[in-house]
């Protein structure tokens, strides 16, 4: 097991165990349907649709341990108790990248809520991790794969 917690909302961490309860009540049962019915058809050595809903079962088992994994280790951030003086999980920072004068804001979130057409980035990707802790007025380094890049903080909000 991973001993780095997921940062989720409670909307994420809801939604992750709505999923799990789904695939539980509702994916299991079909797949098992799935497999009795192609086991019904004869010969299981030659049976392609057994094979195929077998597979399809564990794959759906394999998904399920995964995002209980993932709900075991998620941390539940709360938006009202976030301090807004310095870049944390669920801020959202307004930063200049100094080589191009650009103004860009991002929310920073844990992985599973990472949208950037949303404008919501990791804290674990590469930016996340540079902006993470900083306050206004800081310039943070990014290392990105082109080299290390640039970025004052601006304004910090919730």
């Not at 844990?110 to 950037?116: H, P, R, V």
């Given at each position: 097991?991973s001993e780095i917690n997921m940062y989720v909302t409670k909307e994420t961490f809801d ?78 920072v307004t930063i200049t990248n100094l080589a191009t004068k650009k103004i860009i804001t ?19 990707s590469p930016i996340g991790k540079g902006l993470l802790g900083k306050t206004i007025g ?21």
């Amino acid at each position: 097991m991973s001993e780095i917690n997921m940062y989720v909302t409670k909307e994420t961490f809801d939604k992750m165990r709505e999923e799990v309860q789904k695939m539980k009540s509702v994916d299991r049962p079909a797949a098992s349907r799935a497999i009795a019915e192609a086991r019904e058809k004869g010969d299981l050595k030659e049976n392609a649709e057994y094979d195929s809903a077998k597979e399809a079962q564990g794959m759906l088992e394999a998904k399920i341990k995964q995002l209980e994994g993932a709900i075991a280790n998620a941390k539940i951030v709360d938006t009202n108790t976030i301090d807004t003086s310095k870049v944390s999980i669920l801020t959202k920072v307004t930063i200049t990248n100094l080589a191009t004068k650009k103004i860009i804001t991002y929310q920073i979130v844990g992985e599973k809520e990472a949208d950037l057409k949303a404008g919501k980035i990791s804290a674990g990707s590469p930016i996340g991790k540079g902006l993470l802790g900083k306050t206004i007025g800081e310039v943070a380094e990014v290392h990105a794969p082109n080299g290390i890049i640039k970025f004052k903080v601006e304004h910090i909000t919730i």
